[in-house]
C-alpha cells in the first residue's frame, strides 16, 4: 500500500503535464495560470513535507497515510469537476498537500517495515523506487491517452477510485501502531516557520520569470522566505522536541546529496514541464504522441533506479552521484542544442532518456 500511495503521487505529478495544454484551451488559462497549475502543487508539497513527516511520527502513520489518501482524492475530484482557474488551482493546492503525506508516510513505512533486516530493505526500496519511476513513465502516457480521448478531465478523475481503493487497503492491510504512552507535542512553531519559508521561498523563484527578480513582489518574498527559514533555525535549535534535528547535518555528505537533489529535481521538473508544452504548443504533437514520446525517458528511469538502489542500500554506489550529474547535464546540453526542425520523436526521446538515467543515478 505504500509502495502503491508514493506510486500515484508520481504518477500525479506527470500525467498533468501532458494535459496542460488542452487545460489552457479549455478554461481559457493565461500562460501564468498554467505555470501555476504545476507550481501550486509544487509549493504545497514541498512547504508541508516537514509538518506531515511529523505528524506522522505523533500520530502513527496508518491514520495519517489515511488523511492523506482521503484529501488527495477529494482535491482531484473537485479539481476534475473545475469550471476555473481558481478551483483548479485550489484543487492543485491540495493535492501537493495530500502528496506531502503520501510520500513521507509511504517512505518511513517501508522503512519501518523493513528495519531489522538490511537485504529486506534493499530489496524494498528498490520495489518503491522502481514504482514510483514506472508512476512517471505511465503518467506521461495515460495523461495524453485520457486527455487525447476522455478529455483532460480525466486526468483528475483517474485518481479518485485509486485513492478509494488505496484507502480500503490501507485500513484493512495496515495495522494500527500501539497507542503511545506519552505524546511529544508538535513543534507548531517550526512548522509554522518551515512551511511560510518553503512556500515563499517557491513563490519568489517562479513569480521572478514574469516579473523580474528585481520586482518589489520577488524581493519581498524572498525576504519572507529567508527570515522564515532563519526563524526555524532558531526555533528549533532551542525547541525540546524540534520538527528536525539540526545534529543531522553533521553527518557526512548529508548537506552535499541534498543540494544536489534540489538542483537535479529542479531541473527535471523543469525539463518535463517544457518538453510536453513545446511538442505540443511548438512542435504540433498531439497529447499522445507527447506521452508516447516521453515514455522512453520514463523507462530508463525506472530501469536505472532499480538496478542502482540496492547498491545505494548497500553502501557499495558512492560515485555514482557523480557521474549520474555528468550523464544528466550531457542530456540537457543534447536538448538545448536540438535545432527546432529535428524535432522528431527520435530526438525527443533520446536526450531526456540520457539525463533521465543520469537523475536516476
Known sequence: MA?????MVVMDGSIVNVALP???????????????VIDAYLLSFGGCMLLAARAGDLYG???????????????????????????????????GIGAAVLATSSMTLVMAATHHDKQARASALSLWAALNSAGFALGVVIGGLLTEG?????????????????????????????????RPPLDLPGALASTL??????????????????????????????GALGLFLAVERR?????????????????AGNLLMLCLGGLLAASIYLISTTLQQVAGYSASATGLAMLPMGCALAAVRM?????????TARQLPLWGSLLAAAGWCGWACCPRSRTSCGTCSARPCCWARGWAW
Open 239 to 255: 525547541s525540546a522536541h524540534p520538527l528536525v534535528r539540526l545534529s543531522i547535518f553533521q553527518l557526512p555528505g548529508l548537506g
Open 3 to 7: 509502495c502503491l500511495a508514493s506510486f
Open 22 to 36: 488542452a487545460m489552457q484551451r479549455d478554461l481559457r488559462l493565461s500562460h501564468e495560470a498554467q505555470q501555476w
Open 61 to 95: 502513520r496508518r491514520p495519517v497515510l489515511l488523511a492523506g489518501l482521503a484529501l488527495f482524492t477529494l482535491a482531484s475530484l473537485v479539481g476534475g469537476l473545475a469550471q476555473g482557474a481558481a478551483a483548479l488551482l485550489a484543487a492543485r493546492a491540495a493535492q
Open 307 to 315: 538496478l542502482f538502489t540496492r547498491a545505494m542500500a548497500a553502501g
Open 150 to 182: 476522455a478529455g483532460w478531465r480525466w486526468v483528475m478523475f483517474v485518481n479518485v477510485p485509486v485513492g478509494l481503493v488505496l484507502m480500503a487497503g490501507t485500513a484493512l492491510g495496515l495495522l494500527a501502531p500501539p497507542a503511545r504512552a506519552q
Open 197 to 226: 519559508g518553503s512556500a515563499a521561498l517557491v513563490y519568489g523563484i517562479t513569480q521572478s520569470t514574469a516579473l523580474g527578480w528585481g520586482s518589489p513582489l520577488v524581493l519581498g518574498a524572498l525576504a519572507v522566505a529567508f
